[in-house]
């Protein structure tokens, strides 16, 4: 213990006499312990962190699975899981609502759930104020009770004795019973919670809609789970075989990944990203320590003949690097905490799951510490080793050079190609992202996104689902909006463009073999359309018609397909003269009825989904001929959308003075929405690799620097014997790049596996994208020709006869 604390005093003496060269390692270290600390913190609450409820590791969610497709189920399979499983102490289902809550001005719209009684007890949450819902509650007639998150009660008042009192829901009142305490909830997008209460005709076997989460029994597994859940619809599919035969179940841990799979992706590709980040920075600090041995070579060596092992000095110089990165780690806590806090800023909503708790803590701590500590190692043993094999006769010797000397500058050189290598993998993986950046750019979205507003009206359930009055009032809604000046087209749809058809539906082409396994047909995205839907979207038919005022209840049932339809399943057939057979959507109620046949009388360009790089197979049928209670609406403006807001809300009220216009948004806006998460990714890793590119730069210069200041004498004896200053320059040069070069060309292998590991995030990039890596080869060199010409400059203006003198 006495050895190590004088140790440690011996260290700071000695650092604290070369404060330039402490703050720059210091600073280098915070930098890359901070970018670490930042992105681990982000990957660690949503991938690693075990889920904040009480005895998470009992939560599983429960899915219906057709094939190897997970989905939601339907309320017939709920009732029966729930009566048939052994295996849980308590089976939950959900599902998402919207609700118009009235206010003094105009009604606001709020997100919320639908969930069984009994959730959030199962969930473990406790109460801010209140309680859970009551098993009397989950009984049509008295379910009109309603849980808050803590932000929606602040957002209404922060009122403590709102207990009790009533809140008009979609026209109706809702006695409050809870309120959720602040944090997790409150980062949702679901703000409000009602009883979910079916009613007859719901409880069918058909109709997919719900989500369903469960806790185990003690001592249950996730397999017996499973065993049981696998019997449970086994019976099921004998009993109902038109509706279930071909579905089983999938039970798997609650957790906070269940996000798409290039996100996820996404994450451990940035954690790796900063992890050549530190390694960089170790290497720069390395050859920094490599720079001070140098320096200190006769203190070392007068040590030595003193009696000093060579075990000794290494400790001492190792004491020294572990003692640089705790205190770099140390300021890389504070630097990681406001990158944290950056990114939490400009994180696109709903990047993260909302149990994601960005926040530092013990793990993210013990990470810090353990990633300070290599790091330490990493850039402390190369130089305390070299420094320790000092020959003191010679290092004592006037003017006399260490045998060590050419060794350690070749590791110093090595260090430099290694850290060209790192930080062009880096590098190309940030090009290669803006290259994907820049294809989703051109993507032909299949419209026209300028000048159109859209918003959702969120019709409350408790209105009337007759067809024909469903039709009246969106017929008399588009009309009002049609009269505000300044539009020029409107349109209703159940899914509206980038956000998909609204149903996903299975079918049957009329005339082709029908599956005897129903589970067995094929897929498509399936929506009503006003007439004005192409128009009002620029959306191009490019074979047949469009839907028309004239497809009408009374007339043909007909539908449109996009050109993604018609390639996966029409290639061999004339699509205008082909019906399709889908079961129907009955209006405000999940069930399916029978199967009704839909010729196809138009195939429209396709629209791309959501995420912008593929399009779906679409059907869109006539709004008007299945008119649907809840919808999207697309305005079409003359001047700009999103200044018209007011007056297209306005028309909207005048119609209905109780639905809200919910998430008022331009298509420019969810386009832009839709990028969100590409362009934050990007500027993460452009921003990661500028760090590496100057570090790079920096490496290269400091080796340069070093390299000149060693071989003074030599450059000045060739100056002497006829050498012009420009051959000087280009000598220098020469060795920096070709240090950069051998660092680039090991780096390209490391770039083809940065290439490959990204290959589910980009977009049109190949593996091996020639263009990226020229360009960054390209801008490297640049920046070693530059770090290079500095120190060359400064070699070729030596003054030969006074450098030769002083040596």
Known sequence: MSSLLRNLRYSVRMLWKSPGLTLTVLLTLALGIGANTAIFTVDYATLLAPMPYPQPEQLVVVWSKIKTYHNGISAGDYTDWKNQAHSFSTLSAFT?????IASKEEPENIDGREVTVGYYNMMGRPFFLGRDFLPEEGVAGKDHVVILTHKLWAHLGGDSKILGTAMRLNGEPYTVVGVLPPGLDDRSDEQLAVPLVFKPEQLNHDFHWLLSIGRLKP???????QADMDAVTANIAKAYPKSNQGWGSFVEPLKNDFLPSERKQTLWLLLGAVAF????????????????GMARQKELAVRSALGASRRTIFVQLLTESLLLALTGGLLGVGAGYAMLRALIAIMPKGTLPSEADLQLNLPILGFTLVATTLAGVLFGSAPAWYASRIDPGEALKEGGRTGTAAGRHRLRQSLVVGEFALALALLSGAGLAIHSFLNLLKVDLGMNTDHVLTFFLNVPDSRPKDPEKITAYYHQMLASIDSVPGVTATAASTGLPLYGAGFGMPFTIVGKPAFNDPSLRPNTEYGMVTPGFFKTFGVKITSGRAISDQDTTNSVKVAVVNEDFVKKYLKDADPLQTRI????????VTKLGPPQEWQIVGVYHTVKARDSKDGRPEMRIPFFQIPWPGAGIGVRTAGDPAA????IAAAVHRVDPEVAVAFPRTMDEIHDNVLSNDRFTLTLFVCFAVVALLLAALGVYG??????????HEIALRMALGSRRSGVVALI???????????????????????????????????????????????????????CVVPARRAASVQPMQALRSE
């Open 644 to 647: 018209m807001v007011k007056s």
């Open 581 to 588: 057979s889908v079961e129907e959507l009955i209006p405000g």
């Open 219 to 225: 001592g249950v597994t996730i397999q017996q789970a």
């Open 96 to 100: 998402g609502a919207s609700f118009n």
């Open 703 to 712: 080796v340069m620097s070093f390299s000149v200041a060693q071989r003074k």
């Open 733 to 787: 040069v020469r060795e920096g790049l070709t240090l950069a070069g051998i660092g680039l060309g090991l780096g390209l292998v490391g770039a083809y596996f940065v290439g490959r590991s990204m290959q589910t995030t980009l977009y049109g990039v190949g593996k091996l994208d020639l263009s990226v890596f020229a360009s960054v080869a390209a801008l490297l060199l640049t920046s070693a020709v530059i770090a």
């Open 277 to 292: 980040i530190l390694l960089i920075a170790c290497v720069n600090v390395a050859n920094l320590l490599l720079a001070r």
